[in-house]
């Protein structure tokens, strides 16, 4: 079975630094997608930033951007120029091709300090 | 706008009052599923529905039940509601996933219920 593995619960940054979250999974599928999730106050879960696995060129979406090392099975993401709304839980999620559901890892909580 | 959305949003019941969570999505989406969310454990995923009429466990489906007479709809039934099943749900959906095509294997979440029983 696929696992997302999350290894800092906690992060910190100074607003306007870079900031990277850290997730690593196992599979032995060769054809996936990864997520990178975010979950502020209100609960709600939105889609932050999507890599197709058969694509080698990292995604990017503004601030956000992946680092996807697929022989190593890493997913990073990284957060530029950090803003205040930018705090909250980001959860890395795993979907397998066809696959009926997202595996997520734990969650790192992100704090943006002033 | 593209939405899936849930009720009620927050609810306080007591054990073994049946209840129903509703979930509608307007994106003509085939698959739908619902997850829970508790401290230290992420999303697991209760049921899932690939289309109408089409439904089949998750990883944590012990205590309830789910139907899909409608494409738009997924309600989360919960017989008799216990403490350990105080949570925070999440209602998703996606088109059915096809190779090649990663916006189809995006998987859209509800604002979420949360549930406590007592």
């Known amino acids: 079975a696929q696992t997302v593995t999350q290894s800092q619960p906690e992060m910190s940054v100074q607003e306007a630094e870079t900031v990277t979250l850290s997730c690593t999974y196992d599979?032995?599928?060769?054809?996936?997608?990864l997520f990178w999730y975010k979950q502020p106050p209100s609960r709600q879960m939105i889609l932050v930033i999507r890599?197709?696995?058969?694509?080698?060129q990292n995604a990017t979406e503004n601030r956000f951007s992946v680092n996807f090392q697929k022989a190593a099975k890493s997913f990073s993401l990284k957060i530029s120029d950090s803003q205040l709304g930018d705090a909250a839980m980001y959860f890395c999620?795993?979907?397998?091709?066809?696959?009926?559901?997202?595996?997520f890892g734990q969650g790192t909580r992100l704090t943006i300090n002033p | 706008e593209a939405q899936v959305t849930q009720n009620p949003r927050y609810l306080i019941t007591v054990t073994g009052k049946k209840l129903t969570v509703t979930c509608s999505q307007n994106?003509?989406?085939?698959?739908m599923s619902w997850y829970r969310q508790d401290p230290g454990l992420g999303l697991r995923q209760i049921y899932y529905?690939?289309?109408?009429?089409?439904?089949d466990k998750g990883d944590v489906p012990e205590g309830y039940k789910v139907s899909r007479k409608e494409k738009r709809n997924f309600p989360l039934i919960l017989e008799s509601p216990s403490p350990n099943q105080t949570s925070l749900y999440f209602c998703?959906?996606?088109?059915?996933?096809?190779?090649?095509?990663?916006?189809?294997?995006?998987?859209?979440f509800g604002e979420g219920s949360w549930l406590t029983v007592v």
């Open positions: 599979t032995s599928e060769s054809d996936y997608y």
């Open positions: 890599q197709e696995a058969y694509k080698q």
């Open positions: 998703a959906s996606s088109p059915t996933p096809l190779p090649g095509q990663g916006s189809g294997n995006t998987i859209y």
């Open positions: 529905s690939m289309n109408v009429e089409v439904t």
């Open positions: 994106m003509n989406h085939e698959y």
């Open positions: 999620a795993y979907r397998g091709q066809g696959a009926q559901k997202l595996v």
